[in-house]
């Protein structure tokens, strides 16, 4: 069998060859977008952190920061969270402690 439409040197295409029938278009392009802009993906969010770090606590009772270290690794009036050497205070329960003093 015969191919009668295939070039046998196809390294020399002219721009003839390269042309696309009108008759057979490749792509049809919609009037209206594939996704619906929304107002969500223009705004970033920020999220208010949940814990604080003993730095932050040392800057909020006007304290150094060791005294700071020394306060969280001796109270049980405020939840602290230890990951690896990282000291975190949850903000919720240092506020709470704070008001009540």
Partial sequence: MPMTNV?????????????????????????????????QTSKTVR??????????IAQL????NRAAYNLC???KDFKVIRLGTSIRVSKQSFDDWFAAV
Avoid: F
Avoid at 18 to 39: F, Q, W
Avoid at 48 to 53: D, I
Avoid at 61 to 64: K, N, P
């Fill in 61 to 64: 009772l006007a304290i150094s």
């Fill in 47 to 56: 999220h208010a952190p949940l814990v604080y770090r003993v730095e932050e």
């Fill in 7 to 39: 070039r046998k040197n196809s390294t020399k295409l002219t721009r003839e060859d390269l042309k696309i029938a009108p008759e057979s278009p490749t792509m049809k392009l919609s009037e209206t977008p594939a996704v619906e802009p929304s107002d």
């Fill in 73 to 75: 690794n001796t109270t």
